[in-house]
Antibody
Framework: QVQLVESGGGAVQPGGSLRLSCAASDFTFSSYAMHWVRQAPGEGLEWVAVISFLGDKKEYADSVKGRFIISRDNSRNTLHLQMDSLRAEDTAIYYC???????????????WGQGALVTVSS | SSEVTQPPSVSVVPGQTASITCSGDKLGEKFASWYQQKPGQSPLLVIYKDDKRPSGIPERFSGSSSGNTATLTISGSQALDEADYYCQTWDRSVLFGGGTKLTVL
């Protein structure tokens, strides 16, 4: 059973930074692209970023471009999201999600973590 | 930018068929996926590539797509199917619909 466990969430003031991590297990992490998807309280899903299985290609939603950086460590089966210049509108549950293809990019998400709550407030 | 639209809510009587639509420009030319999310839980993939069902998803869940509309159909709806459902596609970026709350009356 695929497992994705997020950590690093918490409360931060506007303008601050936070780094989320996602520990993957029970599958070959290095074979899959990985995504971050967020959900503001009471709202729908919003895709945030994707990183290719090798880590050489990264894409971002316009709402986070220039402020967030996605990265991965295939030796440690870990995905990261560095979030800088945080705004109140970044408040959300952040999910890491596995892409549906091996060695490619499908842009659908076949496994999701339980999420990490990020609250940006003064 | 592109967007996909879902009805905010759909109601169904237990045992009947529920259909949830997702509309977007030329959506039938792109792949659509569907996710189920129950309160306090993470989303769960129920349909991918328009009509493919992941292992473990009941056969009563099916998908179709044509023209500008993708449709999730739940045949023989059960109380445990009550949830929010999100469609999702890709058009230069990942797009999610706003979600549809399915109520099983």
């Amino acid at each position: 059973q695929v497992q994705l466990v997020e950590s690093g969430g918490g409360a931060v003031q506007p303008g601050g930074s936070l780094r989320l991590s996602c520990a993957a297990s029970d599958f070959t992490f290095s074979s899959y692209a990985m995504h971050w998807v967020r959900q503001a309280p009471g709202e729908g899903l919003e895709w945030v970023a994707v990183i290719s299985f090798l880590g050489d290609k990264k894409e971002y939603a316009d709402s986070v471009k220039g402020r967030f950086i996605i990265s991965r460590d295939n030796s440690r089966n870990t995905l990261h999201l560095q979030m800088d210049s945080l705004r109140a509108e970044d408040t959300a549950i952040y999910y890491c999600a596995r892409d549906g293809y091996t060695y490619g990019l499908s842009y659908y998400f076949d496994w999701w973590g339980q999420g990490a709550l990020v609250t940006v407030s003064s | 930018s592109s967007e996909v639209t879902q009805p905010p809510s759909v109601s169904v009587v237990p045992g009947q068929t529920a259909s949830i639509t997702c509309s977007g420009d030329k959506l039938g030319e792109k792949f659509a996926s569907w996710y189920q999310q129950k309160p306090g839980q993470s989303p769960l993939l129920v349909i991918y590539k328009d009509d493919k069902r992941p292992s473990g998803i009941p056969e009563r869940f099916s998908g179709s797509s044509s023209g500008n509309t993708a449709t999730l159909t739940i045949s023989g709806s059960q109380a445990l199917d009550e949830a929010d459902y999100y469609c999702q596609t890709w058009d230069r970026s990942v797009l999610f619909g706003g979600g549809t709350k399915l109520t099983v009356l």
